[in-house]
């Protein structure tokens, strides 16, 4: 079963593809030769993923499924949240948006924060929704050299170590995106859905 993942993220692609059954294949963007960006002008995280799964359903006739994500940061109202991949501005790196983050959080002693996954399977005529949640901290500094975004100053609750500093698979133990996908292909394998 082949699985096309609307994302041109190679980091998340990766971190699913080990989570996957033997049965099952990850198809990106790239893999259908679409390198244009993907609207996502929702303002929730919800409404994102399900903007590019139906964007790119629409424009090749493929079932398929996007995510969203967002940190959540409790002393900030939530922020950087559905702008957490431009939480800087739209020309950002990880680092910047990082150093902002910090900057925002200086003095603030509650540094409480969750990380949301949604994902959005556009299949058939239907269109289903899945969501994960890790709750955890913000590190005062960064920690680790694995992942991306806010990997490296994001510690899950009751772990010790920054999602930098995991292998993908101590990572997809705790994370918000496997605990979705994982929703998502338990749902797939119970339904016997074909995905083409």
């Known amino acids: 079963m082949k699985l096309l993942f609307a994302t041109s993220n190679q980091n998340k692609a990766i971190e699913i593809a080990e989570m996957l059954p033997s049965n099952f294949e990850i198809l990106t963007l790239k893999d259908i030769n ?29 079932d398929c499924f996007a995510d969203d994500t967002g940190l959540e940061v409790l002393s900030l109202d939530g922020d950087p949240g559905v702008r957490s991949a431009r939480y ?3 020309h950002r790196s990880d680092s910047d ?3 902002l983050l910090q900057e925002r959080l ?16 556009a299949l058939g005529g239907i ?11 913000i590190l005062e500094e960064p920690r680790g050299h694995y992942g991306f975004g806010y990997d490296p100053i994001f510690e899950p609750e009751n772990c ?8 993908i698979e101590e990572k997809n133990f705790f994370s918000h995106r496997a605990r979705a996908f994982t929703k998502m292909i338990e749902y797939l394998i119970s339904t016997n859905v074909s995905v083409d």
């Open 106 to 121: 200086h003095g603030k002693k509650d540094r409480t924060a969750q990380f949301r996954t949604v994902i959005c399977l």
């Open 97 to 99: 948006n990082i150093q």
């Open 160 to 167: 010790g170590k920054s999602f930098a500093e995991m292998t």
């Open 34 to 62: 679409h390198f244009e960006d993907v609207p996502e002008t929702s303002d929730t995280i919800q409404g994102n993923a399900c903007q590019k799964a139906n964007f790119i359903k629409d424009k090749y006739a493929l």
């Open 88 to 90: 800087a501005g739209e």
């Open 127 to 137: 269109q289903l929704v899945f969501e994960g949640t890790v709750k955890g901290r």
